[in-house]
């Protein structure tokens, strides 16, 4: 009896992976342009800066350290910003307004019979507080004006800010390359940064026939293991 539940376990999972095709994860993080890339899939983060507040006329983007001011960078990536002073440090005070910045990240393409579904999640941190859209789709929007709910006493009192690490799940994802773009709000002033890191799953889509013949093959394994018990 116990050789046949091993059986079925291994066929079990076998037969479930091949149901289910390939999978391949694609990492996001934030680093900077200035800086290394620390292991991620997707491109240093750059500044746009002719959609920002501060109009720098350059792309270029630097690594800024958290301090005791922000929540920890997460996992491998950085805080980023248009300026080196906008972090714990605080030599440059960015004004309030919209600091955009955007990454690439590339999947297979659909023709090439990889994937066809696809998802990702993104965990974030930014001060004061930001939005998120992919290929020019809002995917998270930002903590909102100040208010009496909302006081941005360090920044945003409520997520997506930069106390708390925020975390969405996100679709509409393309074959080829995406583009991420992170709106960066200053709404009270002070300290400048974003931080993130996710991930992008794509995978194959059962076919019906594959889990037709997944099914055959459970009924053919449960009729094995009936052979395999002892009589009453």
Not at 13 to 34: E, F, Q, V, W
Not at 48 to 63: K, Q, R
Not at 142 to 153: I, K, L, R, T, V
Not at 178 to 205: I, K, R, W
Request: include cysteine.
């Amino acid at each position: 009896m116990f050789k046949s539940c091993r059986l079925f376990a291994i066929l079990a999972l076998s037969m479930g992976a091949a149901a289910n095709g390939n999978a391949t994860t694609i990492s996001l993080g934030s680093y900077a342009t200035t800086a290394t890339n620390p292991g991620f899939d997707n491109s240093a983060t750059t500044y746009i800066p002719g959609s920002s507040t501060v109009d720098t006329g350059s792309t270029s983007t630097y690594d800024i350290s958290a301090g005791s001011v922000w929540h920890a960078a997460l996992g491998a990536s950085s805080y980023v910003s248009f300026d080196a002073g906008t972090g714990a440090d605080l030599t440059y005070i960015a004004p309030n307004g919209d600091y955009v910045y955007s990454t690439t990240f590339s999947t297979p393409s659909k023709s090439s019979g990889d994937w066809d579904e696809a998802s990702g999640t993104l965990t974030v941190l930014a001060d004061d507080t930001l939005s998120v859209y992919l290929n020019g789709n809002l995917i998270l929007a930002s903590a909102g004006p100040m208010g009496s709910d909302n006081e941005y006493s360090h920044c945003s009192d409520v997520g997506p800010g930069c106390l708390t690490p925020f975390t969405f799940n996100f679709d509409g994802i393309l074959d080829g390359v995406n583009v991420l773009t992170f709106d960066v709000q200053q709404v009270n002033g002070m300290n400048e940064g974003l931080d993130y890191t996710g991930s992008v799953t794509t995978s194959l889509a059962p076919e019906p026939s594959s889990l037709a013949l997944f099914g055959t093959g459970l009924l053919g394994i449960v009729g094995m293991m009936r052979r395999f018990q002892p009589s009453k």
